[in-house]
């Protein structure tokens, strides 16, 4: 047992490299007598079956947040956190029904996009740079760092190398490229990503075990560890003492509060994620895809959060740590440091199988990066560029300053990512910060689809005032003792999302009295009609969830 990586594991990895390239570049390549087109670069040129749209949603939603930040939160808090993976499997579905009907019949190239017909060309704007602040300085640059942090860990080299290489990576297909090199290279990358995790969720329970398999390894991690197996945390210990994970995850709130608003923003109004659905051929076959989707986010615990919880049980039971010798010394995680638990793990893979391992790491970190600079030039270009510096911009020019505006996205974030070193659970990082713009955006969103008397001016005020709201919420439980229960940060996004809806509702009303909105979206009951496969599947899926959070309470 050694770290680092050796012949075979270069040989893996490059080999995987190789294969995404390829494929992408050969995706990528002009058709003889066609100039790409904005819906080619931006859409795929509306022709992505099912199964590579949900292949592309677990791919461009799986990243190193997921792999490395998950795995510290199981390490730090144990499997309450697979609450985000099952739960969003639920609003997937809710999703496929009763928000991609609206969007599919508007023929939408982004998610701005549809704010400008339903509310006006201001608001969109305002909410176009909301995203790409949010993309660049929270999306990429926190891929990349924990991206960096397991090269860094795993194979010695130095971060910011890492974290360049990584840049580069995903520059070389994507930029060039488009959402078919994306969406299709991701459906390689899922392959690599639930194999490599797989793998290693093996290899962690068989060590625990002692050899004797998986089966056994997870009884032991589950008596070895059994208030690790609570999907719902209780605020304070059996002692009497403040869970200090409850912080996080406030018990049942998790189910009925917060939660939903990341939740619903992150899969119903994110660019990089729905725009896979929009370069469906038809709604049907998106709807086929959110639904493999959603089955796939059942798997994902068992391969980003099981792993933390292991390494946990691993790093605190004196006789396995001895067995694992000089390696198990190398970058152990601890409390502190939580999100070195799954880049530990992967050292203790054999030969070969380590570089597997990695390559589904690197697929997970490139085909994030990938999709999310691909929507960040999308929606600058089609609607910052072409809406305010050159409205006749034709396909070609469309196209090259998609290229240029993905390129220097990567950059800051390159420059941005090393900032973030010495952040622990960075995927709780994600999550809060990211909820200071998501409650304001989800508020317009769901009054603007659902609401016919939602106005444009109330819109705009609803979503900047948002901001300031959301900041006052996250500083009042600190100073103000009455509101201390606002302490966890998912309430204070619930709330913050409570009160931009009734900013809008009622400045709405006093602007139209009461009156519809002209631009108003009419819903009629067959807008919302699925197929008796969708219908099945979903009940399928809320009935493993049921049982899921049954065993698991």
Same mark, same amino acid.
């Given at each position: 047992?050694?770290a /680092?990586?050796?012949?075979?594991d270069?040989?893996?990895? %490059? ?13 990528s390549?002009?058709?003889? /007598?066609?100039?790409k !087109? ?15 749209? $949900? ?14 930040g ?13 609450s ?12 496929g ?21 339903r509310?006006?060309?201001?608001l ?20 990349? @760092?924990? $991206?960096?942090?397991?090269?860094? *860990?795993?194979?010695?080299?130095d971060?910011m ?10 520059a070389?297909y994507? #930029? ?29 329970l068989?060590?625990?075990? &002692? ?5 056994? &390894? ?9 208030e690790?197996?609570?999907m719902?945390?209780e ?7 403040a869970?200090?994970?409850?912080? =996080?995850?406030?018990? +049942? ?9 990341? !939740?619903l @923003?992150?899969?119903?109004? !994110? ?6 659905t929009?370069?469906?051929k ?9 639904? #493999? ?9 068992? +391969?980003?959060v099981?792993? /933390?919880?292991a ?5 605190? =039971?004196?006789?396995?740590?001895a067995s694992l ?9 601890s409390?502190?440091q ?5 880049p ?6 054999? *030969?070969g199988?380590k ?11 490139v ?16 609607? +910052?560029?072409?809406?305010?510096f050159?409205k006749?911009a034709?396909?070609k ?17 390159? #420059? ?5 070193d010495g ?9 809060? @910060? ?46 103000v ?9 998912m309430?204070?996004?619930?709330? *913050?999302t ?9 400045l709405? !009303? ?5 009156? =519809? =909105?002209?631009?108003? +979206? ?26 899921? @959070?049954? %065993?698991?309470?």
């Amino acid at each position: 047992m050694t770290a /680092g990586f050796d012949t075979w594991d270069y040989v893996v990895f %490059i080999a995987y490299a190789i294969l995404i390239l390829g494929v992408g570049l050969w995706v990528s390549r002009d058709k003889e /007598g066609h100039q790409k !087109n904005a819906e080619d670069y931006f859409l795929a040129s509306k022709s992505l079956p099912w199964w590579a749209i $949900g292949a592309s949603l677990i791919a461009a939603n799986i990243s190193a947040e997921q792999f490395i930040g998950m795995s510290g939160s199981g390490f730090a808090i144990g499997l309450a956190i697979a609450s985000y993976e099952w739960m969003a499997a639920l609003t997937l579905i809710i999703v496929g029904k009763y928000f991609l009907p609206i969007f599919i019949e508007k023929g939408l190239y982004t998610i701005p996009e549809f704010v400008e017909k339903r509310f006006s060309t201001n608001l969109k704007t305002i909410l176009a740079v909301f995203w790409l602040g949010l993309y660049v300085f929270v999306n990429l640059t926190s891929v990349l @760092y924990l $991206g960096g942090l397991a090269i860094e *860990t795993i194979m010695g080299i130095d971060m910011m190398y890492a974290i360049i290489g990584l840049a580069l990576f995903a520059a070389a297909y994507s #930029l060039y490229g488009c959402l078919s090199a994306v969406a299709w290279t991701d459906v390689i990358q899922v392959v690599f990503l639930v194999l490599g995790g797989l793998v290693t969720t093996y290899l962690a329970l068989n060590t625990v075990s &002692g050899g004797e398999g998986i089966m056994a &390894g997870f009884y032991k991690v589950w008596d070895a560890a059994p208030e690790k197996f609570h999907m719902v945390l209780e605020e304070f210990n059996s002692d009497g003492s403040a869970n200090g994970n409850y912080i =996080d995850l406030p018990g +049942i709130w998790v189910l009925v509060g917060g939660l939903w608003v990341a !939740n619903l @923003y992150y899969w119903g109004f !994110n660019q990089y994620i729905i725009q896979r659905t929009l370069a469906a051929k038809s709604l049907k076959e998106s709807q086929k895809g959110i639904l #493999l989707a959603a089955f796939l986010k059942l798997l994902i615990p068992l +391969i980003v959060v099981i792993p /933390g919880i292991a390494a946990y049980v691993m790093v605190n =039971d004196p006789e396995i740590m001895a067995s694992l010798g000089e390696v198990g010394m190398l970058n152990t995680p601890s409390l502190n440091q939580a999100d070195r638990a799954y880049p530990w793990l992967l050292q203790f893979l054999p *030969t070969g199988l380590k570089g597997v391992a990695f390559a589904a790491l690197a697929a997970a970190i490139v085909s994030s990066l990938a999709s999310m600079l691909n929507s960040t030039s999308t929606i600058f270009t089609m609607d +910052i560029y072409k809406q305010y510096f050159n409205k006749e911009a034709g396909d070609k020019k469309t196209v090259n300053v998609g290229r240029l505006t993905a390129a220097v996205a990567l950059l800051i974030a390159v #420059l941005v990512a090393p900032l973030l070193d010495g952040l622990d659970q960075a995927f709780q990082y994600i999550q809060e @910060y990211t909820g200071l713009v998501s409650p304001g955006i989800l508020a317009v969103f769901l009054l603007g689809l659902f609401w016919k008397k939602t106005t444009n001016k109330a819109a705009i005020w609803g979503a900047i005032l948002s901001i300031p709201v959301a900041l006052v919420l996250k500083v009042l439980p600190k100073h103000v003792e009455p509101f201390e229960w606002l302490a966890p940060w998912m309430h204070q996004m619930g709330l *913050t999302t409570l009160l931009s809806m009734a900013i809008i509702m009622i400045l709405s !009303n006093i602007e139209t009295k009461g009156a =519809d =909105d002209p631009k108003g +979206i009419p819903l009629t009951k067959g807008l919302f009609k699925t197929t008796p496969l969708f219908n099945v599947g979903s009940f399928v899926v809320m009935i493993i969830l049921a049982v899921l @959070y049954a %065993i698991f309470w």
